[in-house]
């Protein structure tokens, strides 16, 4: 597979599900820690590492470590990418 459909499929993926969409509308206000998400999203711990997997592939999101936390911010260039992707697709 051609390095640039793979990582577009990354993008698309990081998209196409409305709890990544809110993770995203989330740090749209800054960095935070994932217990903190935890908390907004009510959701179990494992579901919240699947999401943010996805996203840090798509290298939307960056990771921060922080002792046993991880603390997730957007990624200003990936999230560039994305755009210049989406208005590629609405060119055709």
Known sequence: MDK???TEAK?????????RLRILDILKNGE????????????????????MKILSN????HVRKDGKWSHYSL????LQ????????LKEY
């Open 75 to 78: 990624s200003e260039e990936g």
């Open 58 to 61: 798509a290298n939307v999101v």
């Open 32 to 51: 935070h820690c994932a217990c903190r998400l935890l908390e907004i999203l009510d959701v179990s711990q494992s579901t919240l590492s699947h999401h």
């Open 11 to 19: 993008i698309f993926k990081a998209f196409c599900d409305s709890n």
């Open 81 to 88: 990418y994305a755009i210049q992707y989406l208005q590629k």
């Open 4 to 6: 640039d459909y793979d």
